[in-house]
């Protein structure tokens, strides 16, 4: 298909992002069998599933940081697994990638963090703006006092907090999460959930929020797929769900 054809079925569909048939193996490691899962503008999609079970490497297939075997995936109506070096570079500057772990350079100060992608991607030069969003970001997720700080000088609550906003800074139009709450208590989990929450509203960003935190998944969820040996096992939102028949499935609503 060409581009203009990819463009207007885009816009016919409004699938941020469709994948079809997606399979990877590691080895005899078959992890992901077939996938087949859309994100509409807008939306937050929950994957939730058990641990080493293939969440990460079904995101990180999705920006080519690892590569598929088979099967589509449509970012913006463009093909992702055959992309180009330079295209694959300009979509991932509209991705913004939350991984599991915060990443956060450890020997840069919360400013220089959240100033690095914006130096990387080259995309805003002028010092006034760079100031200005820096500020937007921390002040979006309550940290603005942070700024002069070290990592290791905040908790691990506050770490996601900023890795959140540094990768708002480039103002993403999908987020990517991987276990955004994990290692947290209960009411932090709930205020990253909330504010994941509220980022979908504010940038009318559309998500994958990766998670074994039932909270998280209830919160933030417009849509849920549990996935299973290598396939999605179920999908629906989070009450129909909760209330499903299938043994599977309600075995992951028991641990509440
Ligand atoms: N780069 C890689 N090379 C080889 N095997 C890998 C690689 N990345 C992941 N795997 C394997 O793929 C499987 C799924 O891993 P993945 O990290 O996606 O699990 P997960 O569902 O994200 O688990 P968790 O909830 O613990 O983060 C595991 O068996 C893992 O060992
Ligand atoms: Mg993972």
Known sequence: MGTEENISSFYNNENVIEISHLKKSFDTNL??????????????????????????????????????????????????TTMKPNELNELRTKIGFIFQGNALYDSMTVRENLEFPLRRNKVIKDPKLIDELIHEALENVGLLDTMDKMPAELSGGMKKRIGLARTLILRPEIILYDEPTTGLDPLTSR????????????????????????????????????????????????????????DWVKSYFKIE
């Open 31 to 80: 992890v992901l069998k077939d996938i087949s899962m859309t994100v509409k503008k807008g939306e937050n999609v929950v994957v939730l599933g058990k641990s080493g079970i293939g969440k990460s490497v079904l995101i990180k297939c999705i920006v080519r940081l690892i590569q598929p075997d088979e099967g589509s995936i449509k970012v913006f109506g463009e093909e992702v």
């Open 191 to 246: 205020e990253i959930s909330n504010l994941i929450v509220e980022i979908q509203t504010k940038y009318k960003a559309s998500s994958i929020v990766i998670t074994h935190d039932l909270n998280c998944a209830k919160i933030t969820s417009n849509r849920m797929l549990i996935l299973q040996d290598g396939v999605f096992i179920a999908k629906g939102t989070f009450n129909e769900l909760k209330n499903s028949e299938n």
